[in-house]
């Protein structure tokens, strides 16, 4: 299973896939994969859809900016919009359907770019920061999804 995280934004949107096992905890790690700049929303989406199928992605997982009490701001709405756009773009019924879910991506944009402070170029930041908060969004969502780990065995009582 290949998973896709999307930090879309109205300038540029960055992408991650993840490597997903099929078992029942979500594991993987996510990585940065491709960033698209300055496309309309009808494009942008269908070119997440051909990606989605040159990639064999079998979810979707995109960045919902909310703010920090949890409540929706105005990127949030504008997402949404984008959202129902892809959602005409990927198959969401049958078998051949692609889930798109949704998470919440605060800080990640801001988290991607103090780590890339004092290595890049603010050209070469901007060119990668939005995948790397895509991937960041991924991963923070296959993390989430993995069940916490059993707790230890008690040991045996002693004789």
């Known amino acids: 299973m290949r998973a896709l995280g999307i930090d879309y934004g109205t300038k540029r949107t960055g992408l991650a ?3 997903v096992a099929d078992t029942d905890s979500a594991t993987g790690i996510a990585l940065p994969f491709e960033m698209f700049e300055n496309l309309p929303d009808p494009q942008l989406a ?10 064999q992605i079998t979810q979707i997982v995109i ?33 051949a359907a692609i889930p798109i879910t949704r998470f919440s991506e605060y800080l990640s944009s801001h988290d991607s ?7 890049f170029t603010r050209n070469q930041k901007r060119q990668r ?20 780990p059993p707790p230890p065995a ?3 009582p002693a004789p």
């Open 63 to 95: 960045g919902l900016p909310l703010h920090s009490d949890g409540g929706i701001s105005n990127q949030s709405k504008i997402t949404e919009r984008f959202i129902l756009t892809l959602q005409q773009h990927i198959p969401q019924e049958g078998p």
């Open 154 to 156: 008690d040991p045996p």
């Open 129 to 148: 920061v939005d995948a790397i908060a895509a991937a960041r969004i991924l991963q923070d969502y296959l993390d989430h999804s993995r069940p916490p």
């Open 46 to 55: 269908q070119a997440i859809a051909d990606l989605v199928r040159r990639e």
């Open 113 to 119: 770019e103090s780590k890339l402070a004092g290595h």
């Open 17 to 19: 896939i993840a490597e």
